[in-house]
């Protein structure tokens, strides 16, 4: 069970992007793309056919997981697994032991 999925709220703990919030909007493998976070300038050519302007274009690069945390809400926190009674495996935050995936 991955510790981090798309659509999580990650703050970046190390890198220039130190102290930014966003939210994932993609993981593959061990790399997640945040929204915001780790952009570099792009030179894009022009496509008249799909109507697309060239130029110079901020795009979201890669972040390895291990240079962002989970966000609470009020700082970064680690990640725990849990094993409910009915079997269910779910994610918890362990600073507070609040459930991730079931909001109250």
Not at 4 to 20: A, E, L, S, W
Not at 31 to 40: D, F, S, T, Y
Not at 48 to 53: D, G, I, L, S, T
Not at 85 to 102: E, T
């Amino acid at each position: 069970m991955n510790k981090i999925r798309k659509g999580d709220m990650v703050v970046v703990i190390t890198g220039k992007d130190k102290g930014k919030t966003g939210t994932v909007l993609s993981v593959v493998g061990e790399k997640l793309v945040v929204e915001g976070i780790n952009q570099a300038k792009k030179h894009v050519k022009a496509n008249p056919n799909a109507n697309e302007r060239g130029g110079i274009v901020a795009k979201n690069m890669p972040i390895h997981r291990s240079n962002v945390m989970l966000y609470d809400g009020t700082k970064a926190s680690r990640v725990g697994i849990r094993v409910l009674k009915d079997g269910k495996r779910v994610r918890y935050y362990k600073s507070n032991d609040q459930l991730v995936d079931i909001k109250e």
